[in-house]
């Protein structure tokens, strides 16, 4: 059982195999975070290791009979209302208009695996012995309030993953200002923030910083996790690398509206917040409900970010990702929508289909434009029916042709929204998102549909389970193009309009949930104009996530890379596009496009039949290579040999069973030449591996410490290795 308790000190010792978090009750009822970090033994008493707090004078000694203020302690779930006047994880409104709460340590179980949470996404376990869960319950005397703190600690990974329930035991109504999912502190500030930032087609791109004294917060406010930010956090010693040194990472399963805080206090002690964004939020709960929040999940280690990403690699891709297609290969697609855009009909598909099939290709998505009458951006989002001008035999006609030729056939659908222009908003305008007597703002032409109704989310429901069924349909791209404006539901009461933005993300988890477990053979690919909402939420229910709608292969360097530093290789969709690159206009040769592409899900986003002869074979190629790497990139761990944010170059290593695939690429020539040397890591040092294309032969010990050399002659150039042990 690796969570200690010391009932005499009343201390937890949550372990895993490397770490331990370790929480406890000062005077049987404060609960405080005392430790987290590399795996000790036992922490003993509480108060032979917290110092007396200073700051008293001002604050006052709110800890009864001791000479502790809550304005100095680590509060392991802070509360507003006591002498500690940073940001609360907590913060509450009861009638009679007191916002005060006071929690105390009410009694604590621990068992094997993991509860699920409700109609939330969250890891899980498949065997009890996988993990194990302690839950502390604290209560506020006053109110009745109560609150579960959930901690799982997995036994195979360095991860702890955290929630928090809360339950109205008391007579009156609570209104919840703010409920974040996890707090916890780092006892000096020589540490560093790590973010991920962007915007729509430059998403994930790190960023790094000292911490100051103050408060620095990410965060979102547009109902989704968004392009611009990511519910992530790292905070790493100065000198960490990509393998050495300390790192902290925190990781929201969440998919809207976040917060992520780290505020540095005089005493120098840094605490991490981090749960549901408390602006735009509000809930009301009755006597006797409970509200569930998301749950965090934590890793530390000391091996470099290397070391985080590999254990959130590992854990979301095991314990996150569901069903058939968590482990199992994913096919490699073409999907025609940089080929044809709007302007396409049942041939010209067809045609693509042709090519790619006899390329090796195995998945004909078709992306949108497909239904109501949709030439353009304009229209007809709601109406999914096909359009007989373009599919003069339906989407069953189409799909069967398809699935004929002996390929998979997938489809396009944006289920959360709708255009002005279809025949569901002519019957329905009360269906969106919106405020009375306010403008409709749209973004790309459309509105949201209002899914914290119920009547709206069966509406979702019955069309894309009548689109699926009426098809051999194996793959869904589930896309979501814009953010919400003038948030306001027609069905929810004046003073419940404020929990929309929550509400609409359990609306959406129980949309997906319905989906996808009424059709566990249809693989799911999330979207959100590229990777605009791609964060751990999403994973639960799609195992894979197209990355950016910018198909450029340098720009992907940068995008990929940050993405990987918590989402795995296995749910970044990869595809390789046309040149000169749509999005940004630069010219790469293929096979970096190809090698860039082949470090995710791969596919194909142009016009296969304009290849020439060359081409062809080179794309014959690449999926031939792909399909014979592909379990490693899904399934071995990946490793970060050179950052584009920090040289000229990339290099990424994936290392699965006797195999190994090594993936670089030059961003920019250097006006000298020169050479770049990449080091390989992970390998058995006394082994040998064969490259498979060359047939040299290295010793594991040589590549690890000697390393490959590159040139750097040519812009954009690149190269993929894939060498095996012998
Ligand atoms: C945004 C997606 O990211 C693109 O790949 C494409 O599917 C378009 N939407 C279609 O409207």
């Known amino acids: 059982m690796p969570i200690k308790y010391d009932s005499k000190e009343m201390v937890f010792n949550i372990q895993t195999k490397n770490t331990s978090y370790v929480i406890g009750a000062l005077n049987g009822k404060y609960l405080l975070h005392l430790y987290y970090g590399k795996i000790i033994n036992a922490y003993g008493r509480i108060d032979d290791n917290m110092p007396t707090g200073e700051g008293c004078v001002w604050s006052g000694a709110d800890i009864d009979g001791f000479n502790y203020s809550t304005n100095t302690l680590p509060m392991e779930y802070p509360t507003y209302g006591s002498a500690d006047y940073r940001t609360p994880a907590f913060h509450a409104e009861y009638e009679g208009g007191s916002a005060v709460t006071r929690f105390e340590y009410a009694g604590h179980e621990i068992f094997s695996g993991k509860r699920k949470l409700d109609n939330l996404p969250a890891t899980y376990t ?21 609150i579960v703190l959930s901690y799982t600690a997995f036994t195979e990974h360095d991860a702890i993953a955290k929630n928090v329930r809360v339950k109205n035991n008391g007579r009156g109504r609570i ?35 000292p911490l100051i004294n103050g408060m620095i917060s990410v965060d979102s406010k547009r109902v989704s996790s968004s392009h611009n930010s990511s519910p992530f956090l790292a905070l790493a010693r100065p000198e960490t690398t990509e393998t050495q040194g300390e790192v902290y990472g925190l990781s929201l399963v969440y998919s809207g509206n976040f917060i992520a805080q780290a505020e540095t206090d005089y005493q120098d002690i840094v605490r991490i ?26 890793t530390y280690s000391q091996n470099g970010f290397g070391g985080m990403s590999g254990i959130y ?7 996150l990702c569901r069903g058939k297609y968590r482990d199992k290969e994913r096919p490699v697609l073409i999907n025609n929508w940089e080929a044809t855009y709007y302007n396409f009909n049942e041939e010209s598909i067809v045609n693509i289909a042709k090519k790619a099939k006899s390329l ?6 078709l992306d949108d434009g497909w239904f109501g009458r949709r030439d353009s951006d304009t229209c007809s989002l709601g109406d999914w029916t096909a359009d007989k001008r373009k599919l003069p035999n339906g989407l069953e006609g189409l799909a069967k042709k398809i699935t004929d030729m002996g390929m998979k056939f997938g489809l396009w659908l944006e289920p959360e929204m709708v255009s002005e222009d279809s025949e569901l908003y002519r019957k329905h305008a009360d269906w969106c998102i919106h405020i009375n007597g306010r403008p409709r703002t749209t973004g790309r032409n459309q509105l949201v549909l209002d899914l914290s109704r119920q009547d709206v989310c069966d509406y979702i429901v019955e069309a894309v389970s009548n689109i699926l069924s009426s098809a051999p349909i194996s793959y869904v791209k589930w896309d979501m193009n814009r953010n919400i404006t003038e948030i306001g539901s027609a069905k929810l009461p004046a003073e419940r309009q404020q929990e929309l933005p929550h509400r609409y993300m359990l609306g959406l988890y129980n949309v997906l949930e319905r989906i996808t477990s009424a059709f566990p053979d249809v693989l799911f690919e999330g979207c959100s104009g590229g990777g605009g909402r791609f ?8 195992p894979q996530y197209w990355t950016s709608d910018n198909t450029d292969a340098i720009e992907r360097l940068y ?24 999005q940004v206009h630069r010219t790469t040769p293929l096979e970096t496009r190809g090698n860039i592409a082949m470090a995710g899900q791969f596919g194909y986003e142009l016009d296969l039949a304009a290849l020439n002869d060359e081409e062809t074979e080179t794309v014959k190629g690449q999926i031939k290579k792909y399909k014979y790497i592909r379990e490693t990139v899904h399934r071995g761990d990946m490793y970060r040999l050179k950052s584009p944010f920090e040289g000229n170059t990339a290099a990424w290593e994936y290392v699965y069973k006797e195999q190994v695939v090594l993936i670089y690429c030059t961003v920019q020539a250097s006006l000298l030449g020169g050479l770049t040397c990449v080091k390989l890591v992970q390998l058995d040092e006394t082994a040998q591996y064969r490259d498979i294309e060359t047939g040299k032969v290295y010793d594991g010990n040589y590549l690890m410490n000697v390393g490959l050399y590159f040139s750097r002659n040519k812009d954009y150039e690149s190269k993929l290795i894939v060498l095996e042990r012998s």
């Open 126 to 146: 498949e065997a009890d012995g996988e993990a194990d869960t302690l839950e502390i319950t604290l209560c506020d005397k006053l109110t009745g309030l109560e």
């Open 175 to 209: 209104n919840i200002r703010s409920i974040l999912s996890s707090t916890t502190y780092l006892f000096d500030k020589r540490f560093e923030l790590v973010h991920l930032t962007g915007a729509w087609a430059s998403e994930r791109h790190i960023q790094r910083m």
């Open 273 to 298: 917040n981090m749960g549901i964004n408390p602006f735009g939020f509000n809930w009301l709960l009755e006597s006797g409900e409970e509200f569930q929040a998301p749950e965090v999940i934590l």
């Open 313 to 319: 690699h590992k854990l979301y891709r095991t314990c």
């Open 360 to 365: 090796g290709v195995e998945l004909m998505v």
């Open 535 to 542: 964060d751990a939420g999403m994973l639960y229910y799609f």
């Open 559 to 582: 995008t990929q890379h940050g993405t990987s530093m918590v989402m795995p290789a296995s749910s970044m969709g990869a595809h390789v596009s046309a040149v000169p690159n749509h």
